[in-house]
């Protein structure tokens, strides 16, 4: 059973869930990932959790990597993976 800790987060008006992943994420194909966020989209939506999932995940040194909506990279850049830590909130399993 997966199970992934979340930071379900509002920002600006809008709900985020941020999902933090494995550093592996990063070196998975483009259709791969494309194909796990859908999923974990519709494992989101389906526990109640409104939002647009952004996964993020560790990219070496120190910097964190996402996959988000083109008008959130700003906001994504000036965060880090210890912060995502200290906001997760939730838990999402399936």
Known sequence: MPRFKVAHIREQGVDLVIIPLDKSFGYK???EKDSIVSELQIRASSAGLAGTVVPVWDN?????AFIAPHNWHLFFKS????????NINRELYW
């Not at 070496?60 to 964190?64: I, Q, V």
């Not at 965060?79 to 200290?86: D, K, V």
Request: glycine share 18%.
């Open 79 to 86: 965060l880090s993976l210890p912060f995502i830590a200290a």
């Open 29 to 31: 194909t483009e259709d």
């Open 60 to 64: 070496g040194g120190g910097r964190m």
